[in-house]
Structures are given as structure tokens and as C-alpha cells.
């Protein structure tokens, strides 16, 4: 979507700074044929005119002067239905005054596709743009590995200490078992003779 609207922009910027062969201002070739949300947007005057002209009606477009480039996605990226049908409407000399055969400004768009100072596309040119979708990609996905390898272990950890507290051992509970008895046992004895000591102190040692 990034691309298409920069892309787009770029494309239409160039078109509408020329004039066509009739000597008509240039108009945008790039628009959307739905709307991205409920509401549907008005053809633009190129449109209008070329339906006045023909005495038909163009396919439902997304306005093209709109400047809101957002609209556009991939999914509605589409040629403005006025200029499909009448080709003649695409800009193609800077200046109305010079001759019929003038193409500078397809040349213009020509090198859109390579000259970086024209569009820049995360650092690509318009053509390099699939290898830096690509690569976009590749990176997202060696990070989406590494962190559902770690996530994973994080995981199994987890899993394993889990068990290890909640599982029973009935030999090593026996064992426990054993020995806190012993321990008990011993405590009692000890409070028993610290007992025996304490009273002979008091009575047997008294003046």
C-alpha cells in the first residue's frame, strides 16, 4: 500500500505538471475504482468530460483530485476509466505550445522507474521495489523464527518446572517423609533434655 500511493503520487504529479496532445491540462491517471471505506467518491472533471462527450458513464472512481493518497491500497489501485477509454487525455509534452509529436514528458515518467532523486522508495528506486519488499519480508520472517524458537524454549522451561513441582515421586515422598519424622524426633528430644536441665537448675541448685 506504501508503494502504491508514493508510486501513484509521483506518477500523477508528473502527468498533471504537462499538457495532452489536445493541449489540455494534464490530468491523473492513477485512482481507485471503490472507495476504502462506505462512501463512494465523485468522478473527477476528466471523467465528466469524456462522459459528456461520448454520452455515456464511466465506471464509479474514486475522485482523483483528492490529494488523499491513503485511499489508495492495493486492493482498489486502479487507471481512471476516463483515460482507459480516451488515451488521448494522458499528458505528454511540459509545454501546451509545443508540437503534437513532443514526448519530454514521457520521458519524465520513464525515468521515474530509476532515478532515485525522482522517487525513493525506502532507499530503492521504483523498480527495485520487489526486491526491497522482498527483503522486508525475509527479515521479518527470520525475526519471527528466532523469536518463536525462543519463546518456545522459554516454554519447554516453564513446561518442565511446572511438572517437576506439581508431579509426585511416592519413593522420594516416602524418603521425605522419613526424614522429617526424624527430625521431629529429635527436636522432641532436645526440648525434653533443654527441660530436665532447666529444672535442676531451679530446684536442685537453689540455696
Excluded: H
Amino acid at each position: 500500500n506504501e508503494w502504491i500511493r508514493t508510486f501513484s503520487q509521483k506518477f500523477n504529479d508528473i502527468l498533471t505538471s504537462g499538457y495532452s496532445g489536445n493541449g489540455d491540462p494534464g490530468v491523473k491517471m492513477f485512482t481507485g475504482n471503490k472507495a476504502t471505506s462506505s462512501e463512494q467518491f465523485l468522478l473527477d472533471d476528466a471523467a465528466k468530460r469524456y462522459d459528456k462527450q461520448e454520452k455515456k458513464n464511466s465506471k464509479v472512481t474514486v475522485k482523483v483530485n483528492d490529494d488523499s493518497y491513503y485511499r489508495l491500497t492495493a486492493k482498489n489501485f486502479d487507471i481512471l476509466d476516463a483515460m482507459e477509454q480516451d488515451p488521448s487525455l494522458m499528458a505528454n509534452r511540459k509545454n501546451a505550445s509545443d508540437g503534437v509529436e513532443q514526448n519530454d514528458l514521457l520521458n519524465d515518467l520513464k525515468n521515474l522507474a530509476t532515478d532515485k532523486s525522482k522517487m525513493s522508495f525506502r532507499g530503492c528506486n521504483a523498480s527495485e521495489f520487489l526486491q526491497c519488499i522482498l527483503s522486508d519480508v525475509a527479515l521479518n520472517a527470520s525475526r519471527a523464527n528466532t523469536f518463536y524458537a525462543s519463546f518456545k524454549d522459554i516454554s519447554n522451561t516453564i513446561d518442565n518446572q511446572r511438572i517437576s513441582i506439581s508431579g509426585v515421586d511416592e519413593d522420594e515422598e516416602a524418603v521425605n517423609l522419613v526424614k522429617y519424622q526424624n527430625g521431629y524426633n529429635l527436636a522432641s528430644k532436645m526440648i525434653q533434655t533443654l527441660t530436665e536441665i532447666y529444672d535442676r537448675l531451679i530446684l536442685e541448685t537453689g540455696v
